[in-house]
């Protein structure tokens, strides 16, 4: 929430994931990047919170971290595999594609 200055509430409305890093910190690039998208529905404005992800001097495991990401690899694969089936029928249009960042990918990333 954002309650001042924006005239109400926004809310959470998309989290985009990037593997590297899409920004830096003082020239350091980090392992991965989440960016938190909140709209505000009335005034028609956004604010985009990016939270670096860095990995663990000792490579240690992080147990919670790791069933986040297994959970966002299954909703990935089965959206990435929905939209395939799609594209191969004709039923998407490359607009659609270019909005929801498939649009070039023949294959699967975590494969």
């Known amino acids: 929430d954002f309650p001042h200055q924006w005239g109400g509430r926004i809310d959470l409305k998309h989290i985009d994931v ?12 980090f392992p991965a990047e989440y960016q938190l998208w909140h709209l505000h529905p009335g005034r028609k404005r956004a604010a985009v919170v990016s939270i670096m992800v860095d990995v ?37 249009s490359e607009e659609f594609q270019e909005e929801e960042g498939v649009a070039g990918m023949e294959s699967n990333p975590f494969a």
């Open 18 to 29: 990037h593997v590297p890093s899409q920004h830096k910190v003082e020239g350091k690039e």
């Open 56 to 92: 663990h001097p000792q490579n240690r495991m992080n147990n919670h971290f790791q069933r986040v990401l297994a959970e966002w690899q299954k909703v990935w694969e089965r959206t990435f595999n929905k939209c395939q089936r799609r594209r191969r029928t004709g039923e998407v």
